[in-house]
C-alpha cells in the first residue's frame, strides 16, 4: 500500500516504482529481469536511453549507412532486429568467400544477409539527398523499429527509443543541414555522458510502468516506491594524471601505472592522490543519501556485494546501519510472467490495388488543399458575432501574437493558464507565489503578479481542483484535432479529468465578472463547450461525462449542459454551414 498526499493509503501500482541506478553498468541486465517477469517499464534520463539494446541497435545501423568500412557496425546492423541477420547466417556467408560490405562488386547469394546489405546500400546511396530527421525517421520506418517490442512483449521501449533517436535527430540539425557521421559523432559523445533528457516524457503518463534512472536524474524528484540497486560494485582505483589540492594550491600529474619503470610523477602527488579519495568518498555518500531520501512511503535497497568487493557502496551502508534499521519482509510470491498481446483478432484491411491507392491519394490531395483550419474557440467567438451578441469579450485578442492561438488571450490569462499548468494540486502558497511570478514575468507583467497567484490559488481552491485529486488521472493543456467535413477542428482542452470510463472537460476563465453575470456569459460558450465534447471524443473514442467552466475570479463553477446535447447542437452548426467561415 502506499499513501496519497492527502493520506489515503491505496494499492501500489508500477507507475509509484522508481529503480535508481548509480551508473548504467547494470542496466541491460536490469531489463532483461524486467522482461523476463513481464513487469513493465520504461527508462528516463538520456544518459540511460543511450546504453538501451534499442538505441545501441539503431546507432549501429545508422554506423553501418554512414560508413561501409566499419565492419564491426554492419555486423551490429545485421544482428540487431532490423535486419535479423542469426550467427549462422552471417558465418555462412562469410564462408562463403563474400565480404560483409555492401559496396563489394561481384555476385553474391540469395538469402537474408545478402538483403541486409542491399537495405543498407539503399540508405546508404541517398543519405545526402533529404534531411538527418527524415533519414533516421525512414530506417525506423522501414525497418519496423517501432513496431518490434509492441508485436513481441507488448510494451513500448522499441516505439519510445526509435521516437528518442529520432528527437534528437531533429534537435542536432535545428541549426542548420548537419551530415550523418557528424551526428553519429555527437551521439556516441552524447553516450558517455551524464545528463537528464527524458525520452517522451509526458507523451506517455498513461503508461502503468516502472520508471528505470539514474541516481542523478532522481534529483527533485520523489517516489511513492523506490529500489536502489547497482550499489555492489567497487569504485574505480584509477587516479587521474592530474589532480589539484586547491587549499595549499599544490598540483601533481601522474602517469603510468605504479611499480612501473615508465612511470612519470610530478608534485606531491601521494597526498593530492589521497584527497582526491577522499572527494570521492564524500561524493559517494552524497549521492546515497540523494537516492535513499527519494522514497515516499518505501525504500528498498540491494545491499549485495561480492566477498572480494571493496568500499562498495553496499558496504557504506551496512556499516551506517542500513541492516539494523529495515523491517523484515515476508517472502514475496512473483506473479507469472504477463503473455506478449495475442494479435489474433486484429484485422488486417487488405492493401488496395496500384489505381485503386492513386485514385485515392489524389481525391486525399485535392481535399487537402482545400481544407480549413479553426479552433474551437474562433468558431465560438465567430457565432456569438452573427447572432448578434454583445461583442463584450472577456479576454480581448491581441493578434499581433499568433502563437496565443487557441489558449488564454491575454498576458494574465496567459500567465495563468501557464501556473495552473505547472503547480502541483497540493501546492502551497509560497510555491503559487513563485511560479506566479515567474508566469508574469515571462508575460511580461510582473506588476500583476500577485493577481495573477491569487486566480491560481482561488483555481486549485475549486471543486475541479479537488476532483483532480481523488482522479485515477488528469491531463493539462490537452490538444485535440478532428476533421469535419472539410474543415479541421483544434483545440485546447485545459483539463481533462479521467473518471473511470468517462471524461470531464474543464475550462478555466479569468475574466473579472461578477457572480450574478456568470449565467449569461455561460450561455455563450454553449457552442465551444460543444465543439471540445465533440473534438475530445472523436480523438479518444470515449464519452465526456460533464462539462465544468470555472469562473475563478468569481468563484463560482457551472455546466453549460448535457455534453451529448452540446456535441448534437455543435454538430448541427458545423453542417449546416452557419458557422462555416
Same mark, same amino acid.
Given at each position: 500500500?502506499?499513501?496519497?498526499?492527502?493520506?489515503?493509503?491505496?494499492?501500489?501500482?508500477?507507475?509509484?516504482?522508481?529503480?535508481?541506478?548509480?551508473?548504467?553498468?547494470?542496466?541491460?541486465?536490469?531489463?532483461?529481469?524486467?522482461?523476463?517477469?513481464?513487469?513493465?517499464?520504461?527508462?528516463?534520463?538520456?544518459?540511460?536511453?543511450?546504453?538501451?539494446?534499442? %538505441?545501441?541497435?539503431?546507432?549501429?545501423? +545508422?554506423?553501418?549507412?554512414?560508413?561501409?568500412?566499419?565492419?564491426?557496425?554492419?555486423?551490429?546492423?545485421?544482428?540487431?532486429?532490423?535486419?535479423?541477420?542469426?550467427?549462422?547466417?552471417?558465418?555462412?556467408? *562469410?564462408?562463403?568467400?563474400?565480404?560483409?560490405?555492401?559496396?563489394?562488386?561481384?555476385?553474391?547469394?540469395?538469402? *537474408?544477409?545478402?538483403?541486409?546489405?542491399?537495405?543498407?546500400?539503399?540508405?546508404?546511396?541517398?543519405?545526402?539527398?533529404?534531411?538527418?530527421?527524415?533519414?533516421?525517421?525512414?530506417?525506423?520506418?522501414?525497418? $519496423?523499429?517501432?513496431?518490434?517490442?509492441?508485436?513481441?512483449?507488448?510494451?513500448?521501449?522499441?516505439? =519510445?527509443?526509435?521516437?528518442?533517436?529520432?528527437?534528437?535527430? *531533429?534537435?542536432?540539425? &535545428?541549426?542548420?543541414?548537419?551530415?550523418?557521421?557528424?551526428?553519429?559523432?555527437?551521439?556516441?559523445?552524447?553516450?558517455?555522458?551524464?545528463?537528464?533528457?527524458?525520452?517522451?516524457?509526458?507523451?506517455?503518463?498513461?503508461?502503468?510502468?516502472?520508471?528505470?534512472?539514474?541516481?542523478? $536524474?532522481?534529483? /527533485?524528484?520523489?517516489?511513492?516506491?523506490?529500489?536502489? &540497486?547497482?550499489?555492489?560494485?567497487?569504485?574505480?582505483?584509477?587516479?587521474?594524471?592530474?589532480?589539484?589540492?586547491?587549499?595549499? *594550491?599544490?598540483?601533481?600529474?601522474?602517469?603510468?601505472?605504479?611499480?612501473?619503470?615508465?612511470?612519470?610523477?610530478?608534485?606531491?602527488?601521494?597526498?593530492?592522490?589521497?584527497?582526491?579519495?577522499?572527494?570521492?568518498?564524500?561524493?559517494?555518500?552524497?549521492?546515497?543519501?540523494?537516492?535513499?531520501?527519494?522514497?515516499?512511503?518505501?525504500?528498498?535497497?540491494?545491499?549485495?556485494?561480492?566477498?572480494?568487493?571493496?568500499?562498495?557502496?553496499?558496504? =557504506?551502508?551496512?556499516?551506517? $546501519?542500513?541492516?539494523?534499521?529495515?523491517?523484515?519482509?515476508?517472502?514475496?510470491?512473483?506473479?507469472?510472467?504477463?503473455?506478449?498481446?495475442?494479435?489474433?483478432?486484429?484485422?488486417?484491411?487488405?492493401?488496395?490495388?496500384?489505381?485503386?491507392?492513386?485514385?485515392?491519394?489524389?481525391?486525399?490531395?485535392?481535399?487537402?488543399?482545400?481544407?480549413?483550419?479553426?479552433?474551437?474557440?474562433?468558431?465560438? =467567438?465567430?457565432?456569438?458575432?452573427?447572432?448578434?451578441?454583445? &461583442?463584450?469579450?472577456?479576454?480581448?485578442?491581441?493578434?499581433?501574437?499568433?502563437?496565443?492561438?487557441?489558449?488564454?488571450?491575454?498576458?494574465?490569462?496567459?500567465?495563468?493558464?501557464?501556473?495552473?499548468?505547472?503547480?502541483?494540486?497540493?501546492?502551497?502558497?509560497?510555491?503559487?507565489?513563485?511560479?506566479?511570478?515567474?508566469?508574469?514575468?515571462?508575460?511580461?507583467?510582473?506588476?500583476?503578479?500577485?493577481?495573477?497567484?491569487?486566480?491560481?490559488?482561488?483555481?486549485?481552491?475549486?471543486?475541479?481542483?479537488?476532483? @483532480?485529486?481523488?482522479?485515477?488521472?488528469?491531463?493539462?493543456? %490537452?490538444?485535440?484535432?478532428?476533421?469535419?467535413?472539410?474543415?479541421?477542428?483544434? /483545440?485546447?482542452?485545459?483539463?481533462?479529468?479521467?473518471?473511470?470510463?468517462?471524461?470531464?472537460?474543464?475550462?478555466?476563465?479569468?475574466?473579472?465578472?461578477?457572480?450574478?453575470? @456568470?449565467?449569461?456569459?455561460?450561455?455563450?460558450?454553449? +457552442?465551444?463547450?460543444?465543439?471540445? %465534447?465533440?473534438? +475530445?471524443?472523436?480523438?479518444?473514442?470515449?464519452?465526456? /461525462? =460533464?462539462?465544468?467552466?470555472?469562473?475563478?475570479?468569481?468563484?463560482?463553477?457551472?455546466?453549460?449542459?448535457?455534453?451529448?446535447?452540446?456535441?448534437?447542437?455543435?454538430?448541427?452548426?458545423?453542417?449546416?454551414?452557419?458557422?462555416? /467561415?
Amino acid at each position: 500500500m502506499v499513501a496519497e498526499r492527502d493520506g489515503a493509503a491505496r494499492p501500489a501500482s508500477f507507475r509509484d516504482v522508481a529503480i535508481l541506478v548509480p551508473t548504467r553498468a547494470i542496466l541491460q541486465a536490469l531489463e532483461r529481469a524486467l522482461a523476463a517477469t513481464g513487469i513493465p517499464y520504461r527508462v528516463e534520463g538520456g544518459s540511460l536511453v543511450y546504453g538501451t539494446q534499442e %538505441v545501441r541497435d539503431l546507432l549501429n545501423c +545508422l554506423t553501418a549507412i554512414d560508413d561501409p568500412a566499419d565492419e564491426v557496425a554492419i555486423v551490429g546492423a545485421l544482428r540487431s532486429p532490423a535486419y535479423a541477420c542469426s550467427d549462422v547466417e552471417i558465418a555462412q556467408h *562469410r564462408a562463403g568467400g563474400f565480404r560483409l560490405s555492401y559496396l563489394s562488386p561481384g555476385t553474391t547469394p540469395e538469402g *537474408r544477409v545478402t538483403a541486409a546489405l542491399a537495405s543498407l546500400r539503399r540508405f546508404h546511396d541517398r543519405r545526402h539527398e533529404q534531411s538527418l530527421a527524415a533519414l533516421v525517421e525512414d530506417v525506423v520506418t522501414d525497418r $519496423g523499429l517501432a513496431e518490434v517490442s509492441i508485436y513481441d512483449d507488448g510494451s513500448r521501449n522499441s516505439f =519510445r527509443r526509435a521516437r528518442f533517436v529520432i528527437e534528437q535527430a *531533429r534537435a542536432f540539425e &535545428a541549426a542548420g543541414p548537419e551530415s550523418l557521421r557528424a551526428f553519429v559523432t555527437w551521439l556516441e559523445r552524447r553516450a558517455g555522458q551524464t545528463f537528464l533528457d527524458h525520452e517522451g516524457a509526458g507523451l506517455d503518463d498513461d503508461e502503468d510502468a516502472v520508471r528505470v534512472l539514474t541516481i542523478h $536524474g532522481a534529483k /527533485g524528484l520523489e517516489f511513492p516506491i523506490v529500489f536502489v &540497486a547497482g550499489l555492489g560494485a567497487s569504485p574505480s582505483n584509477r587516479a587521474d594524471v592530474l589532480g589539484v589540492d586547491r587549499a595549499s *594550491r599544490q598540483v601533481a600529474v601522474s602517469i603510468g601505472a605504479k611499480g612501473r619503470n615508465a612511470r612519470f610523477e610530478l608534485g606531491p602527488v601521494d597526498h593530492v592522490q589521497a584527497l582526491e579519495r577522499q572527494h570521492a568518498l564524500a561524493e559517494r555518500d552524497r549521492l546515497l543519501y540523494v537516492a535513499a531520501t527519494r522514497a515516499r512511503d518505501h525504500l528498498v535497497l540491494s545491499l549485495f556485494h561480492s566477498r572480494q568487493a571493496r568500499q562498495t557502496a553496499a558496504q =557504506r551502508l551496512i556499516e551506517a $546501519g542500513a541492516k539494523e534499521q529495515a523491517r523484515p519482509l515476508p517472502p514475496v510470491a512473483l506473479a507469472p510472467p504477463r503473455p506478449a498481446s495475442s494479435f489474433a483478432g486484429l484485422r488486417v484491411d487488405a492493401p488496395p490495388s496500384a489505381e485503386a491507392f492513386e485514385a485515392e491519394r489524389a481525391a486525399l490531395v485535392t481535399s487537402a488543399a482545400k481544407r480549413r483550419y479553426t479552433s474551437a474557440t474562433a468558431l465560438a =467567438r465567430l457565432a456569438r458575432q452573427w447572432e448578434g451578441e454583445a &461583442a463584450e469579450k472577456e479576454e480581448r485578442a491581441d493578434e499581433s501574437e499568433p502563437w496565443a492561438r487557441g489558449r488564454a488571450r491575454t498576458h494574465l490569462g496567459r500567465a495563468v493558464h501557464a501556473a495552473l499548468q505547472s503547480l502541483a494540486w497540493d501546492a502551497d502558497d509560497a510555491t503559487v507565489a513563485a511560479v506566479a511570478r515567474a508566469q508574469a514575468v515571462a508575460e511580461a507583467i510582473p506588476d500583476l503578479a500577485p493577481e495573477v497567484a491569487r486566480l491560481a490559488r482561488k483555481a486549485l481552491e475549486s471543486d475541479a481542483a479537488a476532483r @483532480v485529486r481523488q482522479a485515477s488521472r488528469a491531463l493539462r493543456e %490537452v490538444p485535440f484535432a478532428s476533421a469535419f467535413g472539410g474543415t479541421v477542428l483544434e /483545440g485546447f482542452i485545459d483539463l481533462v479529468i479521467e473518471d473511470g470510463d468517462s471524461l470531464e472537460i474543464v475550462d478555466w476563465k479569468t475574466d473579472d465578472i461578477a457572480p450574478l453575470a @456568470v449565467d449569461r456569459r455561460l450561455k455563450e460558450y454553449e +457552442l465551444q463547450a460543444g465543439l471540445y %465534447v465533440l473534438g +475530445l471524443e472523436a480523438a479518444t473514442r470515449r464519452s465526456v /461525462g =460533464r462539462v465544468t467552466y470555472v469562473f475563478v475570479s468569481a468563484g463560482v463553477e457551472r455546466s453549460p449542459g448535457d455534453p451529448a446535447a452540446l456535441a448534437a447542437a455543435a454538430h448541427q452548426a458545423l453542417d449546416s454551414g452557419a458557422i462555416d /467561415g
